[in-house]
């Protein structure tokens, strides 16, 4: 959108979008933004309760994810993980991994 100089509008709703824990993709044609989808994927039901086991354990738990921040935090809250790290490309993740693991 930026490389095209495409105005991105529906600001507010997008971002609520995004704090319900749903990724949104906008659509546009090669001169404005015509809509938004909103995707999301569903956490387990079994996963606030490992979340829970593994805190109990003393163990730290985090989220690595590409998702970005507002959709991130969402679903971390969604199972109690306090730790999060967004915005992370796929190819960067190990490498974070390594980080958390040195520390």
């Not at 824990?21 to 090669?30: E, F, P, S, Y």
């Given at each position: 959108?930026?490389?095209?100089?495409?105005i991105?509008?529906?600001?507010?709703?997008?971002?609520?979008?995004?704090?319900?824990?749903?990724?949104v993709?906008l659509i546009?044609?090669?001169k404005?933004?015509?809509?938004?989808?909103?995707?999301?994927?569903?956490?387990?039901?079994?996963?606030?309760e490992?979340i829970?086991?593994?805190?109990?354990?003393?163990?730290?738990?985090?989220?690595?994810?590409?998702?970005?921040?507002?959709?991130?935090?969402?679903?971390?809250?969604?199972?109690?993980?306090?730790?999060?790290?967004?915005?992370?490309?796929?190819?960067h993740?190990?490498?974070?991994?390594?980080?958390?693991?040195?520390?």
């Amino acid at each position: 959108m930026e490389d095209h100089k495409i105005i991105i509008t529906h600001q507010k709703e997008i971002e609520q979008l995004e704090s319900e824990g749903k990724t949104v993709m906008l659509i546009a044609t090669d001169k404005a933004m015509i809509g938004t989808i909103a995707v999301a994927d569903t956490v387990k039901a079994s996963s606030l309760e490992a979340i829970k086991r593994l805190k109990a354990m003393g163990i730290a738990v985090y989220m690595i994810t590409g998702d970005n921040q507002l959709t991130a935090h969402a679903i971390a809250q969604q199972v109690g993980i306090d730790n999060v790290f967004a915005q992370v490309l796929p190819e960067h993740k190990s490498s974070k991994v390594q980080e958390l693991q040195a520390q």
